[in-house]
């Protein structure tokens, strides 16, 4: 399973990524960084769409053909989860991208990046603490036999 390490190494990349643009929200100047910020922005839109891309076609169908339940559950519910969080993701990256919207409202893209910034940190932390290591437990498992 090399693409839990590849799936591991892109949350760090989300991770330090999105710790930047934070970092960024309350810089002097920060209508300077607009430019820069929408850059970054575009590239963590771009990690995200490639990292869900390889658990829909790697992860989520395995876990969906296990023989226990509660795995099929519970990859059922954290995929629901995730669609969640992507269309939300996918709305505020929709609208900062354009041209012009962070310097025109930069109160309201620092407050929606704060949230979708911490929603976002906080699927990392349960993906890594929850779902990688079930999937890692399962493969443990299955060499076993």
Do not use: C
């Not at 989300?14 to 300077?32: A, G, H, R, W, Y």
């Amino acid at each position: 399973m090399e693409y839990i390490g590849t799936l591991m190494e892109q949350h760090k990349q989300l991770v330090d990524m999105s710790i930047d643009m934070l970092s960024q929200l309350d810089t002097p100047n920060f209508k300077e960084r607009s430019v820069p910020l929408t850059e970054a922005l575009l590239a963590l839109s771009e990690l995200i769409d490639t990292h869900l891309q390889m658990e829909d076609r790697y992860l989520y169908p395995m876990l969906f053909e296990h023989s226990n339940i509660l795995v099929r559950e519970s990859a059922r519910m954290l995929m629901e989860e995730m669609e969640d969080l992507k269309g939300r993701f996918d709305a505020y990256s929709g609208r900062w991208l354009l041209d012009g919207a962070i310097s025109n409202s930069p109160e309201q893209f620092k407050k929606e990046t704060r949230e979708v910034s911490r929603a976002l940190l906080k699927r990392i932390y349960k993906e890594d603490h929850e779902l990688y290591p079930l999937v890692l437990q399962m493969e443990s498992v299955s060499m076993k036999r």
